[in-house]
């Protein structure tokens, strides 16, 4: 499924949304056109199907890397938002339009009972007060919120993957979590 959603947003990254056929999604899937008007009515839907299996997953890759008590926090952490964002660092870089879904998926949360972002703030701040960074829960949502807001303007300005990696890690270590 993950290849499947990937090859549609990458397929709008590359054309824009205007410019993107029904038969080219098709065809980067692999199926026939016949096939994706069966499972969606429209592009739209299929934007729609795409942008929510990748918010979820992205979330639950996330939210896997914060279960692991055995590792170093700041390097548990990276991981993390290394899982959360990078991926879509790479979809903003695969075309000329790949920054036109930047709004759409951040806007994603309204599609939904609860903003993806929200909860992922939540589970941070829990992460945080669990391993003993923050010993309040005001302290813990504050951390969280600082490092998913630089995790999201190091998004927009990354040039590569690798350096989102990089330059999270400086983060990282400025919010003082380096070492625990």
């Known amino acids: 499924m993950r290849r499947t959603y990937m090859a549609l947003l990458t397929q709008f990254a590359q054309q824009g949304y205007r410019k993107t056929s029904m038969a080219v999604l098709a ?3 692999e199926v026939s056109r016949q096939t994706l008007y069966n499972r969606f009515a429209n592009k739209e839907a299929a934007l729609n199907w795409a942008v929510s299996c ?3 997953d992205l979330r639950l890759d996330a939210l896997s890397c914060l279960a692991d008590e055995q590792r170093p926090v700041a390097t548990v952490l990276l991981d993390a938002f ?8 790479g979809l903003l870089l695969s075309g000329p339009y790949g920054r036109e879904y930047l ?7 309204g599609h939904q009972a609860k903003d993806p972002l929200d909860g992922f703030i939540a589970e941070l701040s829990r992460y945080l007060r669990r391993r003993g960074v923050c010993t309040s829960p005001r302290q813990a949502r504050e951390l969280a919120f600082l490092l998913v807001m ?3 303007g190091l998004m927009l300005t990354s040039t590569s993957q690798e350096g989102f990696r990089k330059d999270m890690a400086q983060a990282i270590r400025g919010a003082g979590i380096e070492g625990r």
């Open 103 to 109: 709004g759409y998926g951040a806007s994603f949360g």
């Open 27 to 29: 065809q980067s899937i």
């Open 54 to 56: 990748m918010v979820t």
């Open 150 to 152: 630089a995790g999201k």
């Open 82 to 89: 290394c899982q959360w964002l990078s991926p879509i660092v």
